[in-house]
């Protein structure tokens, strides 16, 4: 029997008012995997022999999430849980969805149609764990293992093989040799699958601290090829799976690995694009890699600091570390405290003031002066203050004419 965290335990009043309707109902997949492990879950699935319509009339506040593969999100005291009936899953013509989904009433059946035995897993109310497939010996022994015909599984979903590495990362496990096989025997249906879901698993590989034996197996399994940018790469992929260090967040993954790629500075956005990340996380990966190459020549100074910002640094900072190469946190905290302004924000004047003090039209030049302001702000030039700000720029004039 396994102790149940609170999140089980909150959730028990789901499973108990499901089996006093009469049905099945059990915790499954990635946290029992994770309980297993002794690993924090973040939440708990349930999968039951109830059907969509019988967990509507057990529950009054529902939402159809994805009722036609058997999924409805029960609310229940401020809490939401995905509840899905045990199906089964015909033939898969695109390597990616069922061509239909039947309900059944069986757990085993249920459970055979799950991606890797370690997955394959379910638990009862009481901690009471059902294993078909062997998984808990897979967990013993640390193996990624498909559950029955791996490549069943695979042409189910091809999405499963990026999986399977992915866990061996995250995991830090090794892959059984028969899922190893029929990954480099099919390795070519991960162009049946979009970019965003390959993404998904992709960055997860590089999170994980089984990195360096999850990048070699993407490698010689071919999996790399079928990946945005990355068909070319096989050697600058060997050598950023060399890499003896933790990468911690997304911004340092992508930042290092367009780094070993060699791709110019004015083509990552496209690549990162062709990856389908977000706006946002291209320009703080755009930001990461100026400053990345501008320290592998020198050290910060105020300008890159300010321009970057704290984090960005700090994470360059990291990376230099993963490289080898000599770091200093502590010059880093202590440059960006001393700089006099944060952002163009905390400037004391604004563009109006300067079209009155100048008494001059608006133009290109206001948006030119106040970039110039800001650089003499920033390196020491001008104290932020209105009437040294003048003062500068009464002299600037004059200087220019």
Not at 134 to 151: S, T
Not at 187 to 216: D, N, P, Y
């Amino acid at each position: 029997m396994i102790f149940l965290d609170h999140q089980f335990r909150q959730a028990l009043p789901i499973i108990d008012k499901i089996k006093e309707a009469g049905f099945e109902a059990y915790f499954v997949g990635g946290s029992v995997r994770d309980t297993l492990l002794k690993k924090t879950i973040n939440d708990v699935d349930i999968a039951t022999s109830a059907k969509p319509d019988e967990i509507k009339l057990i529950f009054q506040k529902t939402i159809d999430v994805g009722i036609e593969h058997g999924t409805v999100m029960v609310l229940w005291k401020d809490e939401s849980y995905e509840i899905t009936t045990f199906r089964t899953e015909s033939t898969y013509q695109d390597f990616r969805r069922p061509d239909n989904v039947e309900f059944v009433r069986s757990l085993k059946e249920d459970l055979k149609r799950r991606d890797f035995t370690i997955n394959a897993l379910a638990m009862d109310r009481d901690g009471k764990i059902i294993d078909y497939f062997d998984g808990q010996n897979d967990l013993e022994n640390k193996i990624i293992k498909a559950v029955g015909i791996p490549e069943e599984r695979f042409f189910e979903d091809a999405l499963r093989m990026m999986r399977g590495v992915r866990f061996v990362s995250q995991l830090d496990f090794d892959m059984d040799s028969k899922t190893e096989l029929a990954i480099q025997k099919n390795h070519s249906l991960l162009e049946k699958i979009a970019v965003e879901r390959i993404q998904v698993e992709f960055i997860k590989l590089l999170l994980g601290s089984g990195r360096k034996k999850a990048l070699a197996l993407f490698i010689q399994t071919n999996l790399f090829r079928y990946c945005p940018g990355l068909k070319l790469h096989k050697k600058e992929l060997e050598e950023l799976a060399k890499l003896d260090c933790v990468i911690d967040n997304r911004i340092i993954a992508w930042t290092l690995l367009i780094h070993y790629l060699n791709i110019p500075t004015e083509e990552a956005e496209l690549f990162l694009r062709e990856w389908k990340c977000s706006k946002k996380e291209i320009n703080l990966v755009k930001s990461a890699l100026f400053a990345l190459r501008h320290r592998l020549k020198n050290n910060f100074n105020r300008q890159v600091l300010y321009q970057v910002g704290l984090q960005i640094a700090l994470d360059v900072e990291t990376m230099m570390e993963c490289l080898g190469r000599p770091v200093d946190f502590d010059s880093i905290h202590s440059i960006y405290e001393e700089l006099p302004i944060y952002s163009k924000k905390e400037i004391k004047i604004n563009g109006n003031d300067l079209k009155e003090v100048l008494n001059r039209k608006p133009g290109k030049w206001l948006g030119d002066l106040m970039i110039e302001i800001e650089m003499a702000i920033l390196v020491g030039d001008i104290l932020n203050e209105k009437q040294a700000i003048f003062d500068w720029v009464s002299l600037y004039y004059e200087e220019k004419d």
